[in-house]
């Protein structure tokens, strides 16, 4: 009789609800804006004229591209989704859009997100997508996610190359600058990822993902993220006095770094009740300030230096 | 004949018609968008658009 019953289940047609707001929400629209913004500062600093048109198509494909590793990274995680708090609301553990559908729609994107840049733009812009989302979506959230501690730091690598893959779209090859904005962003990730994860470790514990803190525990990840952010603020200074970024940014870059350095100092000081809870939110708000003025910083230059030339 | 007979296979719902509806909707702009595009960057790059080196 169960048989049967379940049967029936099975031949009985889902329809779908999903809306257009749920197919956007598996975009990861506040990731991708991070990724907008930083391609296009790549596109910004690269030497060479772009035609306008050429410049919207490379951050549309870039952006479309990131949203298509958004929505295979939940069609893979929806299962942990379901157990943490952050992310239940995703539109597959809320039962809006099933794992296929949302399997064919990422790889749909990326498919036409990766062909229409290399088509339209540059092959090598288009391959370097191609591995951008390869490296998300297989590298980081299938094999390293749910293996090791140090998730985050490889993985990283992935949202750090929107500017390299914009900055080939304009100049078809590679060069020492978009390289820095590269290892900027992929020395950014940890500080503000395991600051996250400081104050959501049960959500993660819950999901068993071995981020750092789950693994190693709290006070571990705090020396992690002050030596990481040592790094992160010699990294992200270091183009200055090489002489591939001007003034105007190299002392902006100090000024945020030394506030980056005071918040994590301030992590790995505070280790218990309110006072750390609250040090730790700080560090992963202003994060996310010190790396789009660090951007907006180098776009600015651009944008004045193309008004008044002189400024240059 | 009796013309109230229920019609035979999968009956959507209302809330279902419209949400596929605006589904379809979004999937028209997106070729839309996708063909305006290819036009004009092929009027941009002109005869270069045929020149891709790999």
Redesign the interface.
Known sequence: MSVVDHNAIELT?R??????GD?IALLKPRVMSLVIFTALVGLLIAPVHV?P??AF?TI?CIAVGAGASGALNMWYESDIDALMSRTANRPIPRGRITRPEALAFGVTLAF?SVM?L????D?LAGALLAFTIFFYVVVYTMALKRWTAQNIVIGGAAGALPPVVAWAAATGSLSIEPLLLFLIIFFWTPPHFWALALFRSDDYARAGVPMLPVIAGPDATRLQILLYTVVLVVVAVAPWPLGYFDAVYGITSLMLGSGMLVLAVNVYRYRQGSQALRATRKLFAFSIVYLFALFATLALEVVARAIAPSIG | MDDKRKPDGIVLTEAQQKSRRRRSIAIALALGVLVVLFFAVTMVKGPAVLQRPI
């Open positions: 047609p329809i779908s609800e999903a809306d257009v197919y035609h048109v050429l198509t549309l036409f229409t290399g088509i339209l733009v092959w």
